[in-house]
């Protein structure tokens, strides 16, 4: 998404060789112009897979996971965190471990708002290590919804996300790839490309 890429390209701000800070207009500041028509996109290339709910992870999914479900006309829901703890029935859980954090944490969502009759598109902000992200797809699992596929805002294509999806089988789509990045420099992998 070219919009998307000159905007990281301005306003990113690249700390590290493998942190990025966008928080003047995706994470923390949000341009809410953006990230409708990242909706939007999202909505286009999922627009065939007959999706009835989008999935997202508390705290900086949510503005895209409403967006995309703004556009595919569906409900969205967002997974809470918490520290560990002994489950309640009526949620399913799943364990994140955080390279950031060093520390694992659980994910849930009430089992009322997902089943075997949904089709889920799971939305988030970067895709990095997909650690949160694949204890998205295990929830997804254990309540028998089928997973359309995910979309990410922005992957870091350096690190094993996208491999640890895909080898499950799972179609990912991102709307910015960064083949590389340092201080003043990032490298898009060009879509059309490949
Ligand atoms: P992920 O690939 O499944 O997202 O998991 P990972 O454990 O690698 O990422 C941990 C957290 O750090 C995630 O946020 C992720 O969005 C965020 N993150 C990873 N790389 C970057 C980066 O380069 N820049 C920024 N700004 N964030 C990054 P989270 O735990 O879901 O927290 P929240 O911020 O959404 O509350
Ligand atoms: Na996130
Ligand atoms: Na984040």
Do not use: W
Request: with cysteine; aromatic share 8%; net charge negative.
């Amino acid at each position: 998404m070219k919009i998307l890429e000159e905007r990281i390209r301005r306003e990113g701000q690249i700390l590290s060789d493998t942190v990025l800070k966008v928080d003047s207009f995706l994470n923390h500041q949000v341009d809410t112009g953006l990230a409708l028509q990242i909706g939007r996109e999202f909505g286009r290339i999922f627009a065939d897979e007959q999706i009835t709910k989008v999935l997202t992870i508390e705290a900086s999914g949510i503005q895209f996971a409403m967006a995309a479900g703004i556009a595919l006309g569906v409900p969205f829901v967002y997974a809470k965190k918490k520290k560990a703890v002994t489950q309640a029935e009526e949620v399913y859980t799943a364990e994140v471990y955080s390279f950031t954090k060093r520390e694992s944490y659980q994910v849930s969502i009430s089992r009322r708002y997902l089943g075997p009759e949904d089709r889920v598109l799971i939305v988030d902000d970067f895709l990095a290590t997909g650690a949160a992200l694949v204890g998205l797809t295990d929830i997804v699992a254990e309540s028998g919804a089928e997973l359309a596929g995910v979309g990410c805002v922005i992957e870091k294509s350096f690190q094993e996300g996208r491999s640890l999806l895909e080898e499950r089988g799972i179609r990912v789509h991102s709307l910015a790839r960064i083949a590389a990045m340092s201080p003043g420099q990032v490298q898009f992998i060009d879509e059309e490309s490949l």
